[in-house]
C-alpha cells in the first residue's frame, strides 16, 4: 500500500502535463512530438519525488518544462491558481488510492468468506 500511494499520483500527473503544455503554447513555443512525449515521460516519472510535500508540484513542473526547453519563468503564469489546483490533485490522488484500496479488499476475500459490506 505504501509504495501504491506513492507511485498513484494521477492529479499531480494530469497537471504538470497540462500546465507544461498551456505555458509551451502561451510563451509561443511549437512543440514536437518527441518534446510531448518526453513531457507525458517527465510528468509521469517527476510526482514520485513530490509525494506528502505540499507546494512541491510546481517545483517538479520545473523539471518537465526543462525536458522540453521552456523557458521555467512561465511559471509565473499558474503561480496563482496552483495553491487550490493543489488541493484538487490532492483529492484525486487520494480517491485513485481509496479506489485501489477498496478493490484490493475486494478481490483479496476468500469466496467462502464474503466481506460483510458487500452485498
Same mark, same amino acid.
Not at 509561443?28 to 505540499?54: K, R
Given at each position: 500500500?505504501?509504495?501504491?500511494?506513492?507511485?498513484?499520483?494521477?492529479?499531480?500527473?494530469?497537471?504538470?502535463? +497540462?500546465? $507544461?503544455?498551456?505555458?509551451?503554447? +502561451?510563451?509561443?513555443?511549437?512543440?514536437?512530438?518527441?518534446?510531448?512525449?518526453? +513531457?507525458? $515521460?517527465? *510528468?509521469?516519472?517527476?510526482?514520485?519525488?513530490? *509525494?506528502?510535500?505540499?507546494?512541491?508540484?510546481?517545483?517538479?513542473? +520545473?523539471?518537465?518544462?526543462?525536458?522540453?526547453?521552456?523557458?521555467?519563468?512561465?511559471?509565473?503564469?499558474?503561480?496563482?491558481?496552483?495553491?487550490?489546483?493543489?488541493?484538487?490533485?490532492?483529492?484525486?490522488?487520494?480517491?485513485?488510492?481509496?479506489?485501489?484500496?477498496?478493490?484490493?479488499?475486494?478481490?483479496?476475500?476468500?469466496?467462502?468468506?464474503?466481506?460483510?459490506?458487500?452485498?
Amino acid at each position: 500500500m505504501p509504495i501504491g500511494a506513492t507511485i498513484n499520483m494521477d492529479g499531480t500527473c494530469l497537471y504538470q502535463g +497540462v500546465a $507544461a503544455i498551456f505555458i509551451a503554447q +502561451v510563451m509561443g513555443y511549437d512543440l514536437t512530438t518527441a518534446q510531448q512525449l518526453s +513531457v507525458i $515521460a517527465t *510528468a509521469t516519472l517527476a510526482p514520485i519525488g513530490a *509525494a506528502a510535500v505540499p507546494g512541491a508540484g510546481i517545483l517538479m513542473l +520545473v523539471i518537465v518544462l526543462e525536458s522540453i526547453g521552456v523557458n521555467p519563468a512561465g511559471i509565473a503564469l499558474i503561480f496563482a491558481v496552483d495553491r487550490p489546483l493543489d488541493m484538487l490533485w490532492t483529492a484525486t490522488n487520494v480517491s485513485g488510492d481509496s479506489m485501489v484500496a477498496l478493490l484490493m479488499n475486494r478481490f483479496s476475500t476468500a469466496k467462502d468468506d464474503p466481506p460483510t459490506n458487500w452485498q
